[in-house]
C-alpha cells in the first residue's frame, strides 16, 4: 500500500468514526466543548447588596460567531422576584465564554450569566428567557430555545456583614428626586470627589486585548501603585493587574470616592480601549477583557469608589465632528450618533456586565455634540435596560451647555444629572445655573463638576512634584493658579451651589496628563483638601441634601466667588470665605439663638471657636473673625 493511500484510509477512518464521537462529547465547559443541558450555577457571596451570579450551561459559542452571534442573536434574560413579590428584577445576561475567560482568556465556551445585587434578604426565585433570533438581543424577534428556556430556581439571600467604606454595607446609590443620591441601604445621602483622568484608565497593559495606536499615548502599567496592592487584593493570570488595583487602593486611602473612564475611546484622544475583539468590530466583545474590567470594578465597589462610566467621546460620538459639529463620516461611531443596533448592543452589553455595582453613572458622552432627538433615545434605551436604574449624565461643552442642557431638562428627557465641565473659577455659577434650571423644571438633577478648564492645566500637580512650581499657567505673563484656588472654587464651589461634588481633570500640558498619568500621587494634596470637604459634611451631620444655595444671606445677591452660604433657613447655615475675613448673615427671618464655629477647609479637624461664639436671630448678624489665619480661606458653621 502507497504513502499516499495509506494516510487516505487513516483520514476516512477519522471522518466516519472519531470526528462524530468528538460532537457527542457534551462538555459544560472549555474551547472544544458542546452545548451545555441548562444547569444553572448560583455563586457569589449571596447576602444583601453583594453580587450575586447566576451562571446558564448554554449553547456553546465562539466571541467571533457569525450564525448565530452569540451577542446579537441570542436574547438572554433573567426575572429575579423576591418572594414578597417585590421587587422584580428583569436583568440582561451575557456570553461567559468557558465562565473562566479572566484568567483562561477563553473566546468560547457554554457559559451565560447574569448578575444581581439584592436589595432584600430572604428568598429569591428567577427564571431565565432565552431567545433565539436575528438581533433578539437589540430588538429583532426570537423564539424560545430549549432547554434553557423557562428554567427556574431560587436561592436564600442573608443580611450583608459589610462595613466602612464599602459600598455593600450602604446599598445601591439611587436617584430619588433630589439634588444628591442616596444610599438605599443606610439612607445616607453622597456627596463625591475623585479623579476625573486619565481618560485612558482602561487603556492598561495587563488587560488583554488591549493596544496602542498613538505612539504618544502609551498604555498605562501604573508602577507607581503596585507598592499600594495587597496580597488579599484581587489579580488575574499569574499576578496582573497590581498596578491599577494598588492605584484604587491609593485613592481610597486618601478618603476620595470616585474615579471615571472611558470603555470606548477608537476615533479619540487616545484611541486605545474597546470592549470589541477587534477596534474595528462592534458586533463581537472580548470576554475575557471584560471580565478583567469587571474583576476592577468590583474591587473598587468594596473600596468605596464611585464608577464614572464615560460612554463615548466628542471625536466619534456621532457624525457631526468637533465642537463645531461639522458633518463627517466617523466610522468609530455607533451607528453615527443615532440609537441603531451598535449603540443598542454596546449599552446593553455594559449593563448586562457592570450595572450590578452599586454606584455608579451612565454619562452618555464626553463633549456631547449628538443631537437632542439621539440623546433622549439612548437615554430612554439604558433606562429601559439597566434593571437597577442607575444615575445618568451627559457632559458637553461648557459653550454648549445652554443649547445640550436646555432640551433635556425636566420631563424633556430622563436624564437625572448633569456632568459640568467648565473654568476652574467658573464652577460655582454654572453648577447653581443648572441646579437651579432643574428645579425649577420639576425634575431635579444631581449636578457634578467633572472637567476643569483650561483644557491644557485643569487641576495642577503638587507644588514640587517632578519640579512642577505649583503654579499652573497657559504662558510666560499667564498669572495662573494654584492647587489653592482649585480647593476655594472648584471644590467648595461646587458643593456651596448644591452641587454633587466633583471629579479632578489633569490637563494635557501638565505632568501626569489625561492621557498619560500613571501616578494618582501627583495630586495627593488635592485628595487630602477632598477628604476634608466631605469629612466636614459627614462628622458634622450636615443635612445638605435638604439645603439650598443662599448667597443673598451673605450680601453675594450677584453669585460671584467672594463668599458663599448654604442653608437650610431656620435650622443652619454653611458660610464659606474664599480669601478670609468676616461677613454678616442675614437672619431676620430666623428665630431663636444660634451657634458660630468656624472649620478649617486646609487641615480639617475639630469645629472652633471665633471672636463670635452666639448669635440671636431676627436680624443680620455679624459672624466675627477666624480663630486664626484670617486671609485664608474658612467655612462658617452657624446652627441653632
Known amino acids: 500500500m502507497t504513502m499516499r493511500r495509506l494516510v487516505a484510509v487513516w483520514v476516512g477512518l477519522f471522518l466516519a468514526v472519531v470526528l462524530p464521537l468528538v460532537r457527542q462529547v457534551p462538555r459544560a465547559l472549555g474551547e472544544s466543548g458542546g452545548h451545555g443541558d441548562g444547569r444553572v450555577t448560583i455563586s457569589g457571596e449571596l447576602k444583601r447588596w453583594h453580587k450575586v451570579t447566576l451562571t446558564l450551561a448554554g449553547p456553546f459559542a465562539r466571541e467571533r460567531d457569525e450564525s448565530p452571534n452569540p451577542f446579537t442573536d441570542y436574547d438572554f434574560t433573567v426575572e429575579f422576584r423576591h418572594e414578597s413579590g417585590e421587587p422584580v428584577y428583569r436583568v440582561p445576561g451575557y456570553f461567559a465564554a468557558d465562565?473562566?475567560?479572566?484568567?483562561?482568556?477563553?473566546?468560547?465556551?457554554?457559559?451565560?450569566?447574569?448578575?444581581?445585587?439584592?436589595?432584600?434578604?430572604?428568598?429569591?426565585?428567577?427564571r431565565v428567557s432565552f431567545l433565539k433570533g436575528k438581533h433578539a438581543a437589540i430588538g429583532g424577534k426570537g423564539q424560545p430555545l430549549a432547554p434553557y428556556h423557562g428554567v427556574s430556581g431560587q436561592f436564600t439571600v442573608a443580611e450583608t456583614d459589610k462595613t466602612g467604606r464599602d459600598f455593600r454595607a450602604k446599598g445601591r446609590l439611587a436617584y430619588v428626586g433630589k439634588h444628591h443620591l442616596q444610599f438605599l441601604g443606610t439612607g445616607e445621602f453622597f456627596l463625591k470627589a475623585g479623579a476625573d483622568?486619565?481618560?485612558t484608565f482602561l487603556a492598561y497593559a495587563d488587560f488583554d486585548g488591549t493596544i496602542a495606536t498613538k505612539k504618544n499615548v502609551p498604555l498605562h502599567k501604573w508602577e507607581p501603585h503596585i507598592r499600594d496592592w495587597q496580597p488579599s487584593d484581587p489579580s488575574w493570570k499569574n499576578g496582573k493587574g497590581k498596578g491599577m488595583i494598588g492605584a484604587l487602593n491609593y485613592l481610597a486611602s486618601k478618603g476620595v470616592n470616585?474615579?471615571?473612564?472611558?470603555?470606548?475611546?477608537a476615533g479619540g484622544d487616545g484611541d486605545n480601549v474597546w470592549p470589541f475583539v477587534e477596534r474595528n468590530d462592534k458586533f463581537h466583545y472580548d470576554c475575557s477583557k471584560l471580565d478583567q474590567w469587571g474583576i476592577v470594578f468590583d474591587h473598587a465597589t468594596s473600596l468605596g469608589l464611585y464608577l464614572h462610566f464615560k460612554l463615548q467621546?466628542?471625536?466619534?460620538?456621532?457624525?457631526?465632528?468637533?465642537?463645531?459639529a461639522n458633518k463627517k463620516v466617523v466610522p468609530e461611531s455607533l451607528d453615527g450618533?443615532?440609537?441603531g443596533p451598535e449603540r443598542k448592543l454596546y449599552c446593553r452589553e455594559l449593563i448586562a456586565r457592570f450595572a450590578h455595582n452599586l454606584a455608579l453613572n451612565w454619562n452618555i458622552g464626553e463633549e456631547n455634540t449628538q443631537s437632542a432627538e439621539e440623546q433622549r433615545a439612548m437615554i430612554q434605551y439604558i433606562w429601559e435596560m439597566d434593571p437597577y436604574k442607575h444615575h445618568i449624565v451627559?457632559?458637553?461643552?461648557?459653550?454648549?451647555q445652554d443649547r445640550v442642557y436646555s432640551e433635556l431638562l425636566g420631563d424633556k428627557s430622563l436624564l437625572t444629572g448633569a456632568s459640568l465641565q467648565n473654568g476652574w473659577q467658573e464652577v460655582h455659577q454654572r453648577t447653581l445655573q443648572w441646579v437651579q434650571a432643574s428645579a425649577k423644571a420639576g425634575r431635579p438633577w444631581v449636578v457634578a463638576n467633572d472637567e476643569q478648564g483650561p483644557a491644557d492645566l485643569g487641576v495642577p500637580p503638587d507644588p514640587g512634584y517632578q519640579g512642577f512650581d505649583g503654579v499652573?499657567?497657559?504662558?510666560?505673563?499667564?498669572?495662573?493658579?494654584?492647587?489653592?484656588?482649585?480647593?476655594?472654587?472648584?471644590?467648595?464651589?461646587?458643593?456651596?451651589?448644591?452641587?454633587?461634588?466633583?471629579?479632578?481633570y489633569f490637563g494635557y500640558k501638565l505632568p501626569q496628563n489625561d492621557l498619560t498619568c500613571e501616578d494618582y500621587r501627583s495630586r495627593d494634596r488635592s485628595w487630602d483638601y477632598c477628604r476634608i470637604a466631605l469629612e466636614f459634611f459627614s462628622r458634622f451631620n450636615i443635612p445638605f441634601w435638604n439645603m439650598t444655595n443662599a448667597n443673598a444671606l451673605v450680601g453675594n445677591e450677584k453669585n460671584d466667588n467672594t463668599r458663599y452660604c448654604l442653608a437650610a433657613p431656620g435650622e443652619i447655615y454653611v458660610v464659606y470665605l474664599p480669601t478670609g475675613?468676616?461677613?454678616e448673615l442675614d437672619l431676620s427671618k430666623a428665630s431663636g439663638t444660634f451657634s458660630v464655629r468656624w472649620y478649617d477647609p486646609r487641615r480639617g479637624g475639630d469645629l472652633q471657636e471665633g471672636s463670635v461664639k452666639e448669635v440671636s436671630a431676627g436680624k443680620k448678624v455679624g459672624l466675627g473673625r477666624p480663630p486664626a489665619e484670617e486671609n485664608e480661606d474658612w467655612v462658617i458653621l452657624v446652627r441653632k
Open 394 to 400: 451627559i457632559h458637553t461643552f461648557p459653550n454648549w
Open 581 to 583: 475675613g468676616t461677613c
Open 258 to 265: 470616585a474615579f471615571s473612564f472611558m470603555p470606548y475611546n
Open 197 to 199: 483622568a486619565p481618560e
Open 472 to 504: 499652573a499657567r497657559s504662558g510666560p505673563e499667564d498669572t495662573g493658579y494654584t492647587l489653592h484656588d482649585i480647593r476655594k472654587y472648584t471644590l467648595w464651589g461646587n458643593l456651596m451651589a448644591g452641587g454633587a461634588g466633583v471629579e479632578y
Open 313 to 324: 467621546e466628542q471625536e466619534m460620538d456621532d457624525n457631526r465632528l468637533g465642537e463645531k
Open 99 to 126: 465562565g473562566q475567560a479572566a484568567e483562561t482568556s477563553a473566546e468560547a465556551g457554554n457559559c451565560w450569566r447574569a448578575h444581581l445585587a439584592p436589595d432584600k434578604t430572604g428568598v429569591w426565585r428567577y
Open 337 to 339: 450618533g443615532v440609537l
